[in-house]
């Protein structure tokens, strides 16, 4: 399942761009791959990371995984209703399960990821 | 294991069947390494190897008497202990692999682990590590990772053999290690307090210190907190029969060598390191942790729990690279907790400690023989001033049959006169009566 309009990276994380601001996520194939997830470990707001960067740690019963962040930014807002419930990323991963929010300091990194198409054709490759 | 043969010719047929030799196979050592001769004696007989060996054995002084102490202690173990660990379905130094098809095992580490919480009164406990001084390296490196800080401040009345652990373990990270000198046998609060800062991760202390001396932490843990830093404290698990515990002072991190409950002094191991933490430290904690929980039928199981963060899932960035346990010393501990219960290990706790408080005023009546600190409270141990070098007095005393004590030169500057001397609850009066006597004539 991919939605249109968000952008994507190879590492399947989301990016849904308003101005110099993003929305980061997982995909609903990471989700899949992932399979039950028990716990998500926040970066701190105020974190600065590079593309492709540590963002935030993706824990399920089978693997603790890093998310890496689609764009260089500062997280500026952390989704913690996932510290209690974080099975939301596997229950509605483009909404509910959103990971955090960025400032994009370089707008220019956005032009890495892919558009859905490009994504659901980089998936049907896997 | 069941054995595997490994003939000439089945050596030939697994060669042809991968079209190699056996020097290929050894190829990628450097020709400079390889060596024919390895300048062994000719063969013995099985006779003359037992022995020869025998010989070697004997050098070693068995029945001495033992106050000897210094992180490992001559305690009394109950038969029964030996008994339970030696049967053959506990029999493993590990845990098992597909860790759930063995749930007794993983039921007695689970008990294990309960025991170490209430024994420290600390909300969880893992599975267990190698030992004392590992345990006390991992709890820095988890103090790291909770704190995203990188400096540590280090009492030097903690065990020196964990401090040269540490110090070896770390050489090569980037790890700001900050000794503190300890005042009179106590931590030194005002130098403590004078380094630690926005940066320091965690502070480490030691309960009873390396000297016996004992202390109440409550203080430093405030401090320690307002600084958003962790407290982590080393401790000597019988002791805590009668003591002020870690977790009650405010401790983070509590970890400490297990040797004590139920395991013999020999030559430095197999030991035990134990570790426990608060709750919402769970998710930093090194190594294995074994849950409750139920099966789809309802029935209580337990699984181990957090593995995604071991190594085989998450190689470097695993919580630590330990990724096994002390199944059999964790076992022996928790055999050995069960057998004494609360009451036996409160009164073991005590005769330790009214023991070497009679042996203290004892030894502290002979001519010339000084305690070392004013302060008074010690456990089990304490240090006294001889009128002449500790080593030497040690080494004359060995001839008598004692073990008299730990020479505290080999660790610290101006303590050549220092003898650390240690009283367990296997010590008799009269023991102690002979010892007294023998160092007066030592000295």
């Given at each position: 399942?991919?939605?249109e309009?968000?952008?994507?990276?190879?590492?399947?994380?989301?990016?849904?761009?308003?101005?110099?601001?993003?929305?980061?996520?997982?995909?609903?194939?990471?989700?899949?791959?992932?399979?039950?997830?028990?716990?998500?470990?926040?970066?701190?707001?105020?974190?600065?990371?590079e593309?492709?960067g540590?963002?935030?740690?993706?824990?399920?019963?089978?693997?603790?995984?890093?998310?890496?962040?689609?764009?260089?930014?500062?997280?500026?807002?952390?989704?913690?209703d996932?510290?209690?419930?974080?099975?939301?990323?596997?229950?509605?991963?483009?909404?509910?399960?959103?990971?955090?929010?960025?400032?994009i300091?370089?707008?220019?990194?956005?032009?890495?990821?892919?558009?859905?198409?490009?994504?659901?054709?980089?998936?049907?490759?896997? | 294991?069941?054995?595997?043969?490994?003939?000439?010719?089945?050596?030939?047929?697994?060669l042809?069947?991968?079209?190699?030799?056996?020097?290929?196979?050894?190829?990628?050592?450097?020709?400079?390494?390889?060596?024919?001769?390895?300048?062994?004696?000719?063969?013995?007989?099985?006779?003359?190897?037992?022995?020869?060996?025998?010989?070697?054995?004997?050098?070693?002084?068995?029945?001495?008497?033992?106050?000897?102490?210094?992180g490992?202690?001559?305690?009394?173990?109950?038969?029964?202990?030996?008994?339970?660990?030696?049967?053959?379905?506990?029999?493993?130094?590990?845990?098992?692999?597909?860790?759930?098809?063995?749930?007794?095992?993983?039921?007695?580490?689970?008990?294990?682990?309960?025991?170490?919480?209430?024994?420290?009164?600390?909300?969880?406990?893992?599975?267990?590590?190698?030992?004392?001084?590992?345990?006390?390296?991992?709890?820095?490196?988890?103090?790291?990772?909770?704190?995203?800080?990188?400096k540590?401040?280090?009492?030097?009345?903690?065990?020196?053999?964990?401090?040269?652990?540490?110090?070896?373990?770390?050489?090569?990270?980037?790890?700001?290690?900050?000794?503190?000198?300890?005042?009179?046998?106590?931590?030194?609060?005002?130098?403590?307090?004078?380094?630690?800062?926005?940066?320091?991760?965690?502070?480490?202390l030691?309960?009873?210190?390396?000297?016996?001396?004992?202390?109440?932490?409550?203080?430093?843990?405030?401090?320690?907190?307002?600084?958003?830093?962790?407290?982590?404290?080393?401790?000597?698990?019988?002791?805590?029969?009668?003591?002020?515990?870690?977790?009650?002072?405010?401790?983070?991190?509590?970890?400490?060598?297990?040797?004590?409950?139920?395991?013999?002094?020999?030559?430095?191991?197999?030991?035990?390191?134990?570790?426990?933490?608060?709750?919402?430290?769970?998710?930093?904690?090194?190594?294995?942790?074994?849950?409750?929980?139920n099966?789809?039928?309802?029935?209580?199981?337990?699984?181990?729990?957090?593995?995604?963060?071991?190594?085989?899932?998450?190689?470097?960035?695993?919580?630590?690279?330990?990724?096994?346990?002390?199944?059999?010393?964790?076992?022996?501990?928790?055999?050995?907790?069960?057998?004494?219960?609360?009451?036996g290990?409160?009164?073991?706790?005590?005769?330790?400690?009214?023991?070497?408080?009679?042996?203290?005023?004892?030894?502290?009546?002979?001519?010339?023989?000084?305690?070392?600190?004013?302060?008074?409270?010690?456990?089990?141990?304490?240090?006294?001033?001889?009128?002449?070098?500790?080593?030497?007095?040690?080494?004359?005393?060995?001839?008598?049959?004692?073990?008299?004590?730990?020479?505290?030169?080999?660790?610290?500057?101006?303590?050549?006169?220092a003898?650390?001397?240690?009283?367990?609850?296997?010590?008799?009066?009269?023991?102690?009566?002979?010892?007294?006597?023998?160092?007066?004539?030592?000295?």
């Amino acid at each position: 399942m991919v939605i249109e309009g968000l952008f994507y990276t190879e590492e399947h994380e989301w990016a849904k761009v308003n101005g110099n601001t993003a929305t980061i996520g997982i995909t609903h194939h990471a989700q899949e791959m992932l399979g039950e997830i028990t716990f998500v470990e926040l970066p701190a707001v105020g974190k600065e990371v590079e593309q492709k960067g540590e963002l935030a740690v993706v824990e399920s019963s089978k693997a603790a995984s890093d998310v890496y962040s689609p764009v260089t930014g500062m997280v500026t807002k952390v989704n913690s209703d996932l510290e209690s419930t974080p099975e939301q990323i596997n229950q509605d991963c483009y909404n509910a399960g959103w990971i955090c929010t960025m400032k994009i300091t370089d707008v220019s990194t956005i032009d890495n990821l892919m558009d859905s198409k490009k994504y659901e054709e980089y998936l049907k490759g896997l | 294991m069941s054995f595997i043969s490994n003939t000439k010719e089945q050596q030939k047929d697994m060669l042809a069947d991968i079209g190699s030799t056996i020097d290929d196979l050894f190829s990628d050592i450097p020709a400079e390494l390889m060596t024919d001769e390895f300048n062994l004696p000719k063969g013995l007989t099985e006779q003359q190897v037992r022995g020869a060996l025998a010989e070697i054995a004997d050098k070693n002084y068995i029945n001495l008497t033992c106050f000897l102490g210094g992180g490992f202690y001559d305690h009394f173990i109950p038969a029964a202990v030996y008994s339970v660990i030696s049967r053959s379905e506990f029999y493993t130094a590990y845990t098992p692999y597909q860790p759930e098809l063995s749930q007794g095992t993983l039921q007695a580490i689970y008990e294990y682990q309960s025991a170490i919480c209430r024994l420290t009164e600390m909300e969880v406990a893992n599975a267990s590590l190698y030992d004392g001084g590992t345990a006390i390296y991992e709890a820095m490196m988890m103090a790291l990772r909770v704190t995203g800080r990188n400096k540590v401040i280090v009492d030097d009345s903690v065990n020196p053999i964990y401090r040269v652990m540490i110090d070896s373990y770390t050489k090569n990270l980037s790890i700001q290690l900050e000794q503190v000198e300890c005042t009179d046998g106590q931590a030194n609060r005002r130098e403590i307090f004078k380094k630690l800062d926005n940066d320091t991760a965690a502070v480490i202390l030691q309960n009873p210190n390396f000297f016996g001396c004992i202390d109440d932490f409550s203080d430093i843990a405030d401090a320690v907190h307002k600084k958003g830093a962790l407290m982590i404290v080393s401790c000597y698990p019988i002791s805590l029969g009668i003591l002020k515990t870690p977790g009650a002072m405010g401790a983070d991190i509590v970890v400490g060598e297990g040797q004590s409950l139920g395991m013999p002094m020999s030559f430095g191991g197999p030991y035990l390191g134990f570790m426990s933490s608060r709750m919402k430290y769970v998710r930093k904690m090194p190594g294995r942790i074994v849950g409750k929980t139920n099966d789809r039928l309802g029935r209580r199981s337990f699984v181990l729990t957090l593995q995604a963060r071991e190594q085989h899932i998450r190689r470097d960035k695993a919580t630590s690279n330990i990724c096994s346990n002390e199944a059999l010393c964790a076992l022996t501990a928790h055999v050995y907790l069960s057998l004494m219960g609360k009451e036996g290990l409160r009164e073991t706790a005590q005769l330790c400690a009214d023991k070497a408080s009679y042996a203290y005023h004892k030894l502290t009546a002979i001519p010339g023989v000084k305690p070392r600190f004013k302060a008074k409270w010690f456990f089990n141990e304490f240090v006294l001033d001889l009128p002449c070098e500790a080593a030497d007095v040690i080494a004359r005393l060995i001839e008598k049959g004692f073990a008299a004590g730990f020479p505290l030169s080999r660790y610290y500057e101006n303590m050549e006169n220092a003898i650390l001397i240690c009283v367990t609850e296997k010590r008799t009066k009269q023991q102690i009566g002979m010892l007294a006597e023998a160092l007066e004539t030592c000295l």
